[in-house]
């Protein structure tokens, strides 16, 4: 398994190349086509980063997480604590027995790792469900989930 500071450093390698690319020898329909396979990479980033922020814990001497991920990412505090709110609901869960349970949005998870779903989108989505009656059934609330998440 390769270590996670050799695959930034592809990652910052292929940066570095697609900044490199002369775009001005591409037909305009290639820039959509170049445009839209980068936005996809971009959002799959984010995702990672999420997934990354989930996994964040205090440690001794540590202020708390949002203050600590707001200064690190130079981010601010209201930020930061999206993108925790965020990281509950689209990754993995573990009970305190150890149990493993699905992400409170599973469907939306998925779109979102694939690169579907960019920040709004994932906004109106947990606004939707944060304004939702609690005596929606169940199975209302997984069909209307998957029809949130699905790409336009």
Do not use: Y
Request: contains cysteine; negative net charge.
């Amino acid at each position: 398994m390769r270590s996670i500071d050799a695959v930034l450093e592809q990652l910052d390698e292929v940066v570095e190349a697609l900044s490199a690319v002369d775009l001005d020898v591409l037909a305009a329909p290639q820039r959509f086509a170049v445009l839209e396979r980068l936005e996809t990479a971009r959002r799959r980033q984010v995702a990672v980063s999420c997934a990354v922020v989930s996994r964040l814990e205090r440690f001794e001497g540590c202020p708390p997480l949002p203050i600590t991920l707001a200064d690190v990412l130079r981010i601010s505090k209201r930020e930061a604590n999206r993108r925790l709110r965020d990281a509950k609901q689209l990754t993995p869960r573990t009970t305190l027995t150890g149990q493993s349970l699905p992400p409170l949005l599973p469907e939306t998870a998925k779109a979102w790792h694939a690169g579907m779903l960019d920040g709004e989108h994932l906004q109106v989505i947990e606004k939707f469900f944060r304004d939702l009656p609690d005596h929606v059934p169940a199975a209302e609330i997984e069909k209307a989930e998957k029809s949130l998440a699905e790409p336009r």
